[in-house]
């Protein structure tokens, strides 16, 4: 069976379109916690998300709408293949075929709630060392993609500016808008055909969050991309933006569709919905009232039968090539790394002093000594190296236990 299309990057080029759907997702946990002895206690399993059922389409922008605790950000990370579509259950399928995550995440890119960037960096040298690691066609290529994709996204007047923002008063960077933009174009470089995002406007300002869903509106109508994203409380232009809304409370889809056909639902329950409060807070607040067995949330599609046939997926991974060698790749993340290193003159400094220390502590360890105090030394140097790792890993391993 045929995997859903994969094309190579080309700025300006209208690629494949992309819809996704979900039938009867559920997704559930088991909480854990952990006791100084390192006992697993195992609670009742929590369910996130129930017998979901969407549809995103293509040029369009999809917001996933919802109170707090309501599974918002699962159902993206579900949508993205962050989590396997073996941890759920039900089906996901992209352009009619079963989501094969290692696919998808090549031509979809995901951008969390967090922006996660270096501050040493320009903008432009965050997108090019990007762009440098996802296209073909060497350092030219990506030149020129970076200086389109910094027009789209309005971001050519602080190009050489850099990110700026870690704990330094003297290199506060560019403004928080313009690190979303970044954001989004770390993940737009390679021109993919899903951009999924996690509340891309938290922490904006009304101005600069209508400006990121203007230019994520045009980039779904001109450019035929599947936008979804998260949102929270957006204002009444943010609203006019969304093509299509999908409303969960407590893990249950109770509305999808348009606006208008939500608050033609609110208004056959009986709601007036007030003039200064937009439609989609109001049903947030009046979620209950809202009829969830509606014909409007059946599936509306026919699901596939069958899954990819593993051995098909495994032919499939080794015709599958990346934009550079593992070669390429270290050189471009090292000398990525090195800009920062050197940027960063402290921790340079503190670097060459820890390294010359160590040096003379370990040169000091074997001098002056004969045969046997060489092997004596040795066994009980090697001895304290093993406890201390072993003291590092217990400590790893319980600091992970505890954030889970």
Not at 27 to 52: A, M
Not at 149 to 160: I, K, Q, T
Not at 345 to 350: A, P, Q, R, T
Request: glycine share 8%; hydrophobic share 40%.
């Amino acid at each position: 069976m045929p995997t859903f299309p994969v094309e190579s990057p080309h700025f300006g080029h209208r690629k494949t379109q992309y819809t996704i759907k979900t039938n009867g997702v559920s997704y559930e946990v088991s909480p854990s916690y952990y006791s100084y002895r390192f006992k697993v206690n195992h609670t009742q399993k929590k369910q996130i998300l129930k017998d979901v059922n969407c549809e995103i389409k293509p040029a369009a922008v999809t917001a996933v709408a919802g109170p707090s605790g309501a599974g918002k950000t699962t159902l993206l990370e579900i949508l993205a293949g962050v989590i396997h579509p073996r941890r759920i259950s039900g089906h996901v399928v992209v352009n009619d075929q079963p989501m094969n995550p290692t696919v998808f995440r090549r031509v979809s890119g995901y951008i969390p709630q967090e922006d996660l960037l270096f501050p040493l960096l320009t903008v432009e040298e965050t997108l090019l060392y990007s762009a440098r690691l996802r296209l073909q066609g060497g350092l030219a290529n990506a030149k020129r993609g970076v200086s389109k994709l910094l027009l789209e996204l309005g971001l050519s007047h602080v190009a050489g500016e850099r990110i700026g923002g870690f704990s330094s008063r003297t290199n506060r960077g560019i403004s928080s808008g313009e690190k979303r933009r970044v954001s989004i174009g770390v993940d737009l470089v390679h021109d993919p055909g899903v951009l999924l995002m996690d509340e891309p406007t938290s922490g904006l300002d009304s101005t600069s969050a209508l400006q990121l869903m203007l230019m994520l509106k045009t980039l779904a109508k001109d450019r035929g991309k599947t936008i979804v994203l998260t949102i929270h409380q957006p204002g009444f232009r943010i609203l006019e933006l969304f093509d299509q809304v999908v409303l969960l409370v407590d893990g249950t889809v109770v509305h999808r569709g348009s606006l208008d056909q939500l608050e033609h639902r609110l208004t056959l329950a009986g709601h007036c919905i007030p003039n200064h409060v937009n439609v989609l807070e109001f049903s947030i607040e009046m979620i209950k009232t809202l009829n969830i067995t509606d014909v409007e949330l059946e599936s509306g599609f026919d699901m596939v039968a069958e899954l990819l046939d593993d051995r098909v997926n495994a032919d499939w991974y080794h015709r599958f090539k990346y934009a550079n060698s593992q070669l390429t790749e270290m050189v471009i993340l090292s000398e990525r790394f090195g800009y920062n290193i050197f940027r960063t003159k402290d921790l340079l400094m503190s670097k060459m002093v820890q390294s010359v220390v160590v040096g003379i502590l370990l040169g000091t360890t074997f001098k002056n000594v004969n045969r046997f105090h060489i092997h004596f030394t040795t066994f009980f140097f090697n001895l304290w190296l093993v406890v201390i790792i072993m003291i590092f890993l217990v400590y790893t391993f319980y600091v992970i236990c505890i954030s889970y």
